[in-house]
C-alpha cells in the first residue's frame, strides 16, 4: 500500500508536521475527542507503543505552537 510506504519513509519531525497539520484542520472539539479516553477510534485506541509515540508527537507540537 502506498501510503504505508509514505509513512515508512517518513522521519519523526516529518510525521510530526503531518500530524500536526491534519490536527490544524479540526475543530478544537474535534482535537478534544480524538485525544479523549473515551473515544473508540480516538488515540487511546492504538497499540501501546503507537499511541506512546503519537501522544509524544502532539505534546510536541502543542508546545510549538
Known sequence: ???NRLLNALTQQELAQLLDALFMVLSPQLQEEARSEANP???AQ???DTQQTVRQILVVCDRER
Open 46 to 48: 492504538l497499540p501501546g
Open 41 to 43: 477510534y480516538g488515540i
Open 1 to 3: 500500500m502506498k501510503s
